[in-house]
T-cell receptor, first 110, second 111 residues
Framework: RKEVEQDPGPFNVPEGATVAFNCTYSNSASQSFFWYRQDCRKEPKLLMSVYSSGNEDGRFTAQLNRASQYISLLIRDSKLSDSATYLCVVNPYNFNKFYFGSGTKLNVKP | NAGVTQTPKFQVLKTGQSMTLQCAQDMNHNSMYWYRQDPGMGLRLIYYSASEGTTDKGEVPNGYNVSRLNKREFSLRLESAAPSQTSVYFC??????????FGPGTRLTVL
């Protein structure tokens, strides 16, 4: 079983829509969780960390559900510039190792 | 502030050739990483270095060697390149507890 699993998509949504992605992780001892954004042929960049209490940054909201072992990312009022691949990242028990999901592709259409 | 830099950006090798990918960071981070990214596979960890002088294997270390030359630099060597090593290689660094910062990547093709 993979450490981190994501729906590859693509999610095709119109501008202004709300879209949500989930990511499941296999190791219940996981400690740190992140969402990264990756544009085509570019390096991944941190979008936001995911805290136990959930956190919000503008149009983006991240949630952690430890009981069901998943994290989620909600994007409100989608913009064309949100089109990218969103990577879920989990640090299971060792801060020196991070496991990446294969990414969920989002296409925001005019 | 350059962050994480990688050289070269592109490389084409023939099977059996060797090369070294260079990575440097100027953020004074302790930990550094090498990943490869293949279509549909996500990023897979090749090797990492928790601190200067230490290196450990990741998920896919076969066919690679690494050197943590000093705190700033972490190199990845392919001794005898194979077509299966055609990929995009990313270097990253992170502080002791925290997020990773990535370099721009090296696109390697092995013929």
């Amino acid at each position: 079983r993979k450490e981190v699993e994501q729906d590859p998509g693509p999610f095709n949504v119109p501008e202004g829509a709300t879209v949500a992605f989930n990511c499941t992780y296999s190791n219940s001892a996981s400690q740190s969780f992140f969402w990264y954004r990756q544009d085509c042929r570019k390096e991944p960049k941190l979008l936001m960390s995911v805290y136990s209490s959930g956190n919000e940054d503008g149009r983006f909201t991240a949630q952690l559900n430890r009981a069901s072992q998943y994290i989620s990312l909600l994007i409100r009022d989608s913009k064309l510039s949100d089109s990218a691949t969103y990577l879920c990242v989990v640090n299971p028990y060792n801060f020196n190792k991070f496991y990446f999901g294969s990414g969920t592709k989002l296409n925001v259409k005019p | 502030n350059a962050g994480v830099t990688q050289t070269p950006k592109f490389q084409v090798l023939k099977t059996g050739q060797s090369m070294t990918l260079q990575c440097a960071q100027d953020m004074n981070h302790n930990s550094m990483y090498w990943y490869r990214q293949d279509p549909g596979m996500g990023l897979r960890l090749i090797y990492y270095s928790a601190s200067e002088g230490t290196t450990d294997k990741g998920e896919v270390p076969n066919g690679y060697n690494v050197s943590r030359l000093n705190k700033r630099e972490f190199s990845l060597r392919l001794e005898s390149a194979a077509p299966s090593q055609t990929s995009v290689y990313f270097c990253a660094s992170s502080p002791a507890r925290g997020t990773q910062y990535f370099g721009p990547g090296t696109r390697l093709t092995v013929l």
